[in-house]
Protein backbone atom coordinates (compact mmCIF):
# COMPACT_ATOMS: atom_id res chain seq x y z
CA UNK A 1 0.00 0.00 0.00
CA UNK A 2 2.98 2.40 0.95
CA UNK A 3 4.39 1.37 -2.34
CA UNK A 4 1.39 2.43 -4.39
CA UNK A 5 0.95 5.59 -2.42
CA UNK A 6 4.27 6.52 -3.11
CA UNK A 7 4.14 5.49 -6.57
CA UNK A 8 1.20 7.30 -7.01
CA UNK A 9 2.64 11.06 -6.32
CA UNK A 10 5.74 9.74 -7.49
CA UNK A 11 4.20 9.31 -10.84
CA UNK A 12 2.07 12.82 -10.40
CA UNK A 13 5.59 14.85 -9.65
CA UNK A 14 7.01 13.18 -12.71
CA UNK A 15 3.88 13.80 -15.13
CA UNK A 16 4.44 17.67 -13.93
CA UNK A 17 7.72 17.60 -14.65
CA UNK A 18 7.22 15.76 -18.07
CA UNK A 19 4.02 17.67 -18.87
CA UNK A 20 6.97 21.14 -18.66
CA UNK A 21 9.49 19.22 -20.88
CA UNK A 22 7.02 18.81 -23.56
CA UNK A 23 5.21 22.67 -23.59
CA UNK A 24 2.08 21.83 -22.27
CA UNK A 25 3.32 23.34 -18.96
CA UNK A 26 5.04 26.94 -19.38
CA UNK A 27 6.39 27.60 -16.50
CA UNK A 28 6.96 25.55 -13.30
CA UNK A 29 6.23 26.41 -9.67
CA UNK A 30 9.26 26.93 -8.32
CA UNK A 31 10.09 28.74 -5.40
CA UNK A 32 13.45 26.98 -3.91
CA UNK A 33 15.93 26.16 -6.65
CA UNK A 34 16.05 26.88 -10.04
CA UNK A 35 13.81 24.01 -11.72
CA UNK A 36 13.94 25.35 -15.43
CA UNK A 37 17.35 26.04 -15.65
CA UNK A 38 17.91 21.97 -14.72
CA UNK A 39 15.03 20.55 -16.64
CA UNK A 40 16.23 22.83 -19.67
CA UNK A 41 19.83 21.17 -19.37
CA UNK A 42 20.72 18.82 -21.30
CA UNK A 43 20.65 16.35 -18.35
CA UNK A 44 16.84 16.73 -19.06
CA UNK A 45 17.10 13.66 -21.65
CA UNK A 46 18.23 10.47 -21.34
CA UNK A 47 18.44 8.68 -24.51
CA UNK A 48 16.78 11.38 -26.54
CA UNK A 49 13.59 11.30 -24.16
CA UNK A 50 12.80 13.64 -21.08
CA UNK A 51 13.87 12.39 -18.00
CA UNK A 52 10.35 12.93 -16.25
CA UNK A 53 9.09 11.12 -19.04
CA UNK A 54 11.55 7.81 -18.14
CA UNK A 55 10.43 8.53 -14.46
CA UNK A 56 6.73 8.72 -15.49
CA UNK A 57 6.95 5.47 -17.15
CA UNK A 58 9.08 3.88 -13.84
CA UNK A 59 6.56 5.11 -11.56
CA UNK A 60 3.74 3.84 -13.62
CA UNK A 61 5.47 0.28 -13.90
CA UNK A 62 6.04 0.75 -9.91
CA UNK A 63 2.74 1.81 -8.82
CA UNK A 64 1.44 -1.21 -11.35
CA UNK A 65 3.32 -4.13 -9.57
CA UNK A 66 2.53 -2.40 -6.04
CA UNK A 67 -1.46 -2.40 -6.85
CA UNK A 68 -0.99 -6.35 -8.04
CA UNK A 69 1.25 -7.33 -5.31
CA UNK A 70 -1.75 -5.88 -2.85
CA UNK A 71 -4.62 -7.65 -4.12
CA UNK A 72 -2.63 -11.42 -4.67
CA UNK A 73 -0.98 -13.81 -3.08
CA UNK A 74 0.76 -15.34 -5.24
CA UNK A 75 4.38 -14.43 -7.04
CA UNK A 76 4.15 -11.56 -4.02
CA UNK A 77 8.13 -12.76 -3.68
CA UNK A 78 8.84 -12.43 -7.47
CA UNK A 79 6.83 -8.80 -7.44
CA UNK A 80 8.76 -7.52 -4.94
CA UNK A 81 12.02 -8.51 -6.27
CA UNK A 82 11.10 -6.58 -9.29
CA UNK A 83 10.42 -3.67 -7.02
CA UNK A 84 13.05 -3.87 -5.14
CA UNK A 85 15.82 -4.49 -8.27
CA UNK A 86 13.67 -1.30 -10.59
CA UNK A 87 13.37 1.19 -7.11
CA UNK A 88 17.46 0.59 -6.78
CA UNK A 89 18.00 1.02 -10.31
CA UNK A 90 15.89 4.35 -10.25
CA UNK A 91 17.42 5.41 -6.85
CA UNK A 92 21.37 5.21 -8.42
CA UNK A 93 19.88 6.88 -11.02
CA UNK A 94 18.43 9.71 -9.32
CA UNK A 95 21.63 9.85 -7.48
CA UNK A 96 23.71 10.58 -10.95
CA UNK A 97 20.98 13.04 -11.63
CA UNK A 98 21.17 14.57 -8.40
CA UNK A 99 25.01 15.10 -8.42
CA UNK A 100 24.92 16.48 -11.45
CA UNK A 101 22.96 19.19 -10.41
CA UNK A 102 25.15 19.95 -7.81
CA UNK A 103 28.42 19.92 -9.51
CA UNK A 104 27.94 20.35 -13.35
CA UNK A 105 24.67 22.52 -13.07
CA UNK A 106 24.91 23.90 -10.61
CA UNK A 107 21.17 24.38 -9.73
CA UNK A 108 18.61 22.39 -7.85
CA UNK A 109 15.31 21.21 -8.89
CA UNK A 110 12.70 20.64 -6.03
CA UNK A 111 10.68 18.75 -7.95
CA UNK A 112 13.54 16.16 -8.84
CA UNK A 113 14.51 16.20 -5.43
CA UNK A 114 11.06 15.36 -4.35
CA UNK A 115 11.18 12.49 -6.83
CA UNK A 116 14.61 11.28 -5.53
CA UNK A 117 13.36 11.11 -2.36
CA UNK A 118 9.57 8.96 -3.36
CA UNK A 119 11.95 6.48 -4.96
CA UNK A 120 14.40 6.34 -2.26
CA UNK A 121 11.35 5.54 -0.09
CA UNK A 122 9.64 3.05 -2.62
CA UNK A 123 13.48 1.88 -2.62
CA UNK A 124 13.14 1.20 1.12
CA UNK A 125 9.82 0.14 1.23
CA UNK A 126 10.27 -2.47 -1.47
CA UNK A 127 13.03 -4.00 0.82
CA UNK A 128 10.51 -4.36 3.62
CA UNK A 129 8.09 -5.95 1.05
CA UNK A 130 11.12 -8.03 -0.45
CA UNK A 131 11.61 -9.17 3.45
CA UNK A 132 8.50 -9.80 4.58
CA UNK A 133 7.09 -11.92 1.22
CA UNK A 134 10.07 -13.88 1.54
CA UNK A 135 9.52 -14.66 5.21
CA UNK A 136 5.72 -15.46 4.40
CA UNK A 137 6.81 -17.45 1.33
CA UNK A 138 9.06 -19.92 3.81
CA UNK A 139 6.26 -19.68 6.59
CA UNK A 140 3.65 -21.27 3.97
CA UNK A 141 6.51 -23.58 2.73
CA UNK A 142 6.80 -24.90 6.42
CA UNK A 143 3.42 -25.43 6.67
CA UNK A 144 2.64 -26.89 3.67
CA UNK A 145 5.58 -29.63 4.23
CA UNK A 146 4.52 -29.66 8.40
CA UNK A 147 8.58 -29.46 8.76
CA UNK A 148 11.53 -27.76 8.90
CA UNK A 149 12.31 -24.98 5.92
CA UNK A 150 14.14 -26.92 3.33
CA UNK A 151 17.35 -26.29 2.84
CA UNK A 152 18.03 -26.39 -0.92
CA UNK A 153 14.65 -26.83 -1.76
CA UNK A 154 14.77 -26.32 -5.45
CA UNK A 155 11.08 -25.06 -5.69
CA UNK A 156 11.39 -23.46 -8.67
CA UNK A 157 12.14 -19.66 -7.13
CA UNK A 158 15.10 -17.61 -8.76
CA UNK A 159 17.40 -15.37 -7.45
CA UNK A 160 19.14 -16.94 -4.70
CA UNK A 161 18.69 -19.12 -1.47
CA UNK A 162 16.29 -17.14 1.55
CA UNK A 163 19.76 -16.93 3.13
CA UNK A 164 21.66 -15.35 0.74
CA UNK B 1 -7.03 -33.46 0.65
CA UNK B 2 -9.25 -32.23 3.26
CA UNK B 3 -6.14 -29.89 3.92
CA UNK B 4 -5.67 -28.52 0.70
CA UNK B 5 -9.58 -27.48 0.22
CA UNK B 6 -9.27 -26.19 4.16
CA UNK B 7 -6.36 -24.12 2.98
CA UNK B 8 -8.21 -23.12 -0.02
CA UNK B 9 -11.27 -22.00 1.89
CA UNK B 10 -9.32 -19.57 4.30
CA UNK B 11 -7.50 -18.05 1.44
CA UNK B 12 -10.58 -17.15 -0.15
CA UNK B 13 -11.92 -16.08 3.20
CA UNK B 14 -8.82 -13.88 3.15
CA UNK B 15 -8.81 -12.60 -0.19
CA UNK B 16 -12.61 -11.47 0.41
CA UNK B 17 -11.73 -9.43 3.76
CA UNK B 18 -8.71 -8.17 2.05
CA UNK B 19 -11.08 -6.74 -0.71
CA UNK B 20 -13.36 -5.27 1.89
CA UNK B 21 -10.18 -3.96 3.47
CA UNK B 22 -8.55 -2.31 0.77
CA UNK B 23 -11.99 -0.15 -0.75
CA UNK B 24 -10.60 2.75 1.37
CA UNK B 25 -7.46 2.40 0.20
CA UNK B 26 -8.03 2.11 -3.57
CA UNK B 27 -10.81 5.50 -2.97
CA UNK B 28 -7.61 7.01 -1.38
CA UNK B 29 -5.44 6.61 -3.89
CA UNK B 30 -8.51 7.79 -6.60
CA UNK B 31 -8.65 10.86 -4.72
CA UNK B 32 -4.95 11.85 -4.39
CA UNK B 33 -4.77 10.75 -8.28
CA UNK B 34 -7.45 13.43 -8.61
CA UNK B 35 -5.95 16.56 -6.84
CA UNK B 36 -3.07 15.29 -8.01
CA UNK B 37 -4.26 15.80 -12.01
CA UNK B 38 -6.22 19.01 -10.57
CA UNK B 39 -3.53 20.88 -9.59
CA UNK B 40 -1.35 20.03 -12.48
CA UNK B 41 -4.37 21.84 -14.62
CA UNK B 42 -4.77 24.45 -12.89
CA UNK B 43 -0.91 25.00 -12.55
CA UNK B 44 -1.26 24.54 -16.75
CA UNK B 45 -3.70 26.87 -17.20
CA UNK B 46 -2.02 29.53 -14.59
CA UNK B 47 0.97 29.47 -16.89
CA UNK B 48 -0.75 29.15 -20.61
CA UNK B 49 0.62 32.39 -21.07
CA UNK B 50 0.15 31.90 -25.12
CA UNK B 51 3.12 31.94 -27.01
CA UNK B 52 3.54 35.99 -27.86
CA UNK B 53 2.68 37.52 -30.98
CA UNK B 54 2.33 40.30 -33.25
CA UNK B 55 -0.68 39.19 -35.39
CA UNK B 56 -3.51 40.34 -32.60
CA UNK B 57 -1.85 43.67 -31.82
CA UNK B 58 -3.91 46.17 -33.12
CA UNK B 59 -2.30 48.93 -35.39
CA UNK B 60 -1.20 51.59 -32.39
CA UNK B 61 0.74 54.60 -33.12
CA UNK B 62 3.80 54.03 -31.55
CA UNK B 63 6.75 54.70 -33.36
CA UNK B 64 9.75 52.21 -34.29
CA UNK B 65 12.41 52.83 -32.44
CA UNK B 66 14.10 49.71 -32.27
CA UNK B 67 17.20 49.28 -29.58
CA UNK B 68 20.24 51.68 -30.08
CA UNK B 69 23.90 50.59 -29.88
CA UNK B 70 26.92 53.56 -29.81
CA UNK B 71 26.22 57.12 -30.11
CA UNK B 72 23.16 58.58 -32.10
CA UNK B 73 24.98 61.44 -33.81
CA UNK B 74 27.09 59.21 -35.37
CA UNK B 75 27.94 60.09 -39.03
CA UNK B 76 26.43 56.96 -40.37
CA UNK B 77 23.12 55.38 -39.19
CA UNK B 78 22.92 51.30 -39.60
CA UNK B 79 19.54 49.44 -39.11
CA UNK B 80 19.83 46.21 -38.98
CA UNK B 81 16.14 44.24 -38.91
CA UNK B 82 16.81 40.83 -37.83
CA UNK B 83 14.66 38.10 -37.05
CA UNK B 84 15.99 36.50 -33.33
CA UNK B 85 15.20 32.55 -34.48
CA UNK B 86 16.64 33.08 -38.22
CA UNK B 87 19.82 31.12 -38.24
CA UNK B 88 21.66 33.77 -40.94
CA UNK B 89 20.98 36.29 -38.22
CA UNK B 90 22.56 34.42 -35.62
CA UNK B 91 25.46 33.63 -37.79
CA UNK B 92 25.82 37.58 -38.52
CA UNK B 93 25.68 38.27 -35.15
CA UNK B 94 28.07 35.42 -33.47
CA UNK B 95 30.78 35.77 -36.34
CA UNK B 96 30.32 39.64 -37.89
CA UNK B 97 28.49 41.98 -35.34
CA UNK B 98 31.61 41.38 -33.01
CA UNK B 99 33.62 42.78 -35.40
CA UNK B 100 31.27 45.74 -36.06
CA UNK B 101 30.67 46.90 -32.84
CA UNK B 102 34.21 47.34 -32.26
CA UNK B 103 35.40 48.60 -34.81
CA UNK B 104 32.73 50.53 -36.34
CA UNK B 105 30.35 51.77 -33.48
CA UNK B 106 32.62 51.69 -30.69
CA UNK B 107 34.71 54.11 -32.92
CA UNK B 108 32.45 56.55 -33.70
CA UNK B 109 31.92 55.69 -37.00
CA UNK B 110 28.46 55.14 -36.89
CA UNK B 111 25.25 53.94 -34.65
CA UNK B 112 23.50 50.86 -35.03
CA UNK B 113 20.01 50.41 -34.45
CA UNK B 114 18.34 46.71 -34.12
CA UNK B 115 14.86 46.15 -35.30
CA UNK B 116 12.71 43.37 -34.38
CA UNK B 117 11.60 42.14 -37.83
CA UNK B 118 10.07 38.57 -37.20
CA UNK B 119 9.43 36.90 -40.94
CA UNK B 120 6.75 34.48 -39.65
CA UNK B 121 8.36 31.43 -40.38
CA UNK B 122 9.51 30.67 -36.68
CA UNK B 123 7.32 29.94 -33.50
CA UNK B 124 9.40 31.65 -31.14
CA UNK B 125 10.46 34.92 -32.80
CA UNK B 126 7.92 37.40 -31.29
CA UNK B 127 8.68 35.70 -27.59
CA UNK B 128 12.43 36.10 -28.22
CA UNK B 129 12.41 39.76 -29.12
CA UNK B 130 9.96 39.99 -26.19
CA UNK B 131 12.34 38.65 -23.96
CA UNK B 132 14.83 41.19 -25.45
CA UNK B 133 12.80 44.18 -24.99
CA UNK B 134 11.91 43.25 -21.19
CA UNK B 135 15.79 42.95 -20.52
CA UNK B 136 16.42 45.98 -22.12
CA UNK B 137 14.08 47.95 -19.28
CA UNK B 138 16.76 47.20 -17.24
CA UNK B 139 19.43 47.95 -19.74
CA UNK B 140 20.47 44.92 -20.56
CA UNK B 141 19.18 44.36 -23.81
CA UNK B 142 22.37 43.78 -26.19
CA UNK B 143 23.29 41.19 -23.59
CA UNK B 144 20.02 39.62 -23.74
CA UNK B 145 20.76 39.75 -27.80
CA UNK B 146 23.85 37.85 -27.87
CA UNK B 147 22.57 35.35 -25.39
CA UNK B 148 19.65 34.71 -27.57
CA UNK B 149 21.80 34.36 -30.55
CA UNK B 150 24.34 32.12 -29.51
CA UNK B 151 21.93 30.03 -27.76
CA UNK B 152 19.60 30.17 -30.86
CA UNK B 153 19.54 25.89 -30.86
CA UNK B 154 18.54 26.04 -27.12
CA UNK B 155 15.18 27.58 -27.83
CA UNK B 156 14.64 27.79 -31.13
CA UNK B 157 11.25 25.44 -32.08
CA UNK B 158 11.09 24.94 -28.33
CA UNK B 159 7.80 24.70 -26.74
CA UNK B 160 8.88 26.63 -23.74
CA UNK B 161 11.57 29.30 -25.19
CA UNK B 162 10.71 31.31 -21.65
CA UNK B 163 11.94 28.71 -19.63
CA UNK B 164 15.57 29.40 -21.18
CA UNK B 165 15.20 33.09 -21.63
CA UNK B 166 14.45 33.43 -17.93
CA UNK B 167 17.40 31.38 -17.35
CA UNK B 168 19.45 33.80 -19.99
CA UNK B 169 17.77 36.81 -17.79
CA UNK B 170 19.10 35.03 -14.89
CA UNK B 171 22.81 34.58 -16.13
CA UNK B 172 22.57 37.98 -17.00
CA UNK B 173 21.69 39.71 -13.48
CA UNK B 174 18.62 41.06 -14.13
CA UNK B 175 16.01 41.08 -11.72
CA UNK B 176 14.20 38.18 -13.03
CA UNK B 177 11.14 38.90 -11.39
CA UNK B 178 10.43 42.46 -13.50
CA UNK B 179 11.66 40.51 -16.45
CA UNK B 180 8.81 37.98 -15.68
CA UNK B 181 6.16 40.33 -15.03
CA UNK B 182 7.42 42.47 -18.36
CA UNK B 183 7.30 39.24 -20.03
CA UNK B 184 3.89 38.12 -19.03
CA UNK B 185 2.25 41.51 -20.03
CA UNK B 186 3.93 41.47 -23.44
CA UNK B 187 3.53 45.29 -23.04
CA UNK B 188 6.46 45.47 -26.03
CA UNK B 189 4.34 43.72 -28.19
CA UNK B 190 2.96 47.28 -29.77
CA UNK B 191 7.21 48.36 -30.05
CA UNK B 192 7.99 45.05 -31.54
CA UNK B 193 5.09 45.67 -34.02
CA UNK B 194 6.22 48.67 -34.72
CA UNK B 195 9.79 47.80 -35.67
CA UNK B 196 8.26 45.14 -38.22
CA UNK B 197 5.47 47.96 -39.51
CA UNK B 198 8.72 49.73 -39.92
CA UNK B 199 11.15 47.48 -42.01
CA UNK B 200 7.78 46.72 -44.26
CA UNK B 201 7.49 50.30 -44.78
CA UNK B 202 11.26 49.94 -46.15
CA UNK B 203 10.19 46.88 -48.27
CA UNK B 204 12.17 44.75 -46.44
CA UNK B 205 11.37 40.99 -47.20
CA UNK B 206 14.47 38.72 -45.47
CA UNK B 207 16.62 38.77 -42.35
CA UNK B 208 18.88 40.12 -41.81
CA UNK B 209 18.93 42.70 -43.79
CA UNK B 210 20.78 46.02 -42.86
CA UNK B 211 20.23 50.09 -43.99
CA UNK B 212 23.53 51.61 -43.98
CA UNK B 213 23.48 55.34 -44.55
CA UNK B 214 21.19 55.30 -47.58
CA UNK B 215 21.85 51.82 -49.01
CA UNK B 216 19.40 49.36 -48.17
CA UNK B 217 21.55 45.61 -48.26
CA UNK B 218 20.03 41.98 -47.03
CA UNK B 219 21.68 39.21 -46.67
CA UNK B 220 24.38 38.49 -43.15
CA UNK B 221 27.07 40.31 -45.50
CA UNK B 222 30.99 39.80 -44.31
CA UNK B 223 32.98 42.80 -42.35
CA UNK B 224 34.66 43.72 -44.70
CA UNK B 225 31.71 44.74 -47.32
CA UNK B 226 29.80 46.07 -44.15
CA UNK B 227 32.78 48.41 -43.36
CA UNK B 228 32.77 49.39 -47.08
CA UNK B 229 28.86 50.47 -46.97
CA UNK B 230 30.77 52.31 -43.89
CA UNK B 231 32.99 54.28 -45.48
CA UNK B 232 30.29 54.97 -48.25
CA UNK B 233 27.77 56.05 -46.59
CA UNK B 234 30.67 57.93 -44.01
CA UNK B 235 32.03 60.19 -47.44
CA UNK B 236 28.53 60.70 -48.62
CA UNK B 237 27.82 62.16 -45.18
CA UNK B 238 30.93 64.54 -45.18
CA UNK B 239 30.24 65.82 -48.29
CA UNK B 240 26.14 66.65 -47.18
CA UNK B 241 26.73 67.32 -43.60
CA UNK B 242 23.66 68.92 -43.50
CA UNK B 243 21.59 66.13 -45.08
CA UNK B 244 20.01 63.45 -42.79
CA UNK B 245 19.66 60.09 -43.47
CA UNK B 246 16.24 58.27 -44.27
CA UNK B 247 17.06 56.69 -40.97
CA UNK B 248 16.53 59.77 -38.55
CA UNK B 249 17.65 59.72 -35.40
CA UNK B 250 14.94 57.93 -33.04
CA UNK B 251 14.16 58.02 -29.51
CA UNK B 252 17.19 56.53 -27.80
CA UNK B 253 16.58 53.51 -26.10
CA UNK B 254 19.01 50.69 -24.22
CA UNK B 255 21.84 52.60 -25.58
CA UNK B 256 24.73 51.04 -24.34
CA UNK B 257 28.40 52.79 -24.76
Known sequence: MTIALLALVGALVALYLTLFKVGVIGELVCNIGSCERVNTSRWAMFFGVPVAAWGLATYVVLLVLALVSVQRDTLERQIAWVLVALSGWSVLFSAWLTSKELFVIHAICIWCVASATIMTLIFLASLLELGRARRADRAERFDAHGAAPPVASGSGTMGGSPQG | ?257
Open chain 2, 1 to 257: MSQKSARAQRSNVVRTQRAANLKPFYIGLVVVALIGIALIARTAQHSDASRPTIANVAATPVKAEGHLLGNPNAPVQILEFADFECPHCAEFATITEPDVRKRIVQAGLASYRYFDFPIGEFSNSVAASNAAACAGDQNKFWEMHDKLFQGQPDWSGENNPKAVFKAYAKSLGVDVSAWDACYDSQKHLADIKANHDEGLRRHVNSTPTFVIGTKQIPGAIPYDMFKAYVDTAAMAAASKPVAKSDSAPLKEAGTKP
